[in-house]
Nanobody, 115 residues
Framework: QVRLVESGGGLEQAGGSLRLSCAASGSIFTINAMGWYRQAPGKQRELVAT???????NYADSVKGRFTISRDNAKATMYLQMNSLKPEDTAVYYC?????????WGRGTQVTVSS
């Protein structure tokens, strides 16, 4: 069983930075992959970035070069550093993890970027 809790969202101006955190409890060391998704009002949830237990990463084209995903297994925490924020980054950001074929989700944290 895995529980994921996000934090670090908020209101930021365009061009600014935010760092999201995802604290995991449970079988963190056996999580195959973790990542961040986001959902803007009226839109479908979309992938932002993922990272595997081996350290490989994947990013959506819209955030490449601006966002960085990382994980600290000793702290059982994953991060998303978001730089050069744009108004179109406004969304609820969800932490995601997969274990033995089961997907786990956090409740989400709101990120709002003003122009």
């Amino acid at each position: 069983q895995v529980r994921l809790v996000e934090s670090g969202g908020g209101l930021e101006q365009a061009g600014g930075s935010l760092r999201l955190s995802c604290a995991a409890s449970g079988s963190i060391f056996t999580i195959n992959a973790m990542g961040w998704y986001r959902q803007a009002p009226g839109k479908q949830r979309e992938l932002v970035a993922t990272t595997t237990s081996r350290g490989s990463t994947n990013y959506a084209d819209s955030v490449k070069g601006r966002f960085t995903i990382s994980r600290d297994n000793a702290k059982a925490t994953m991060y998303l550093q978001m730089n050069s924020l744009k108004p179109e980054d406004t969304a609820v950001y969800y932490c995601w993890g997969t274990l033995l074929g089961i997907d786990y989700w956090g409740r989400g944290t709101q990120v709002t970027v003003s122009s």
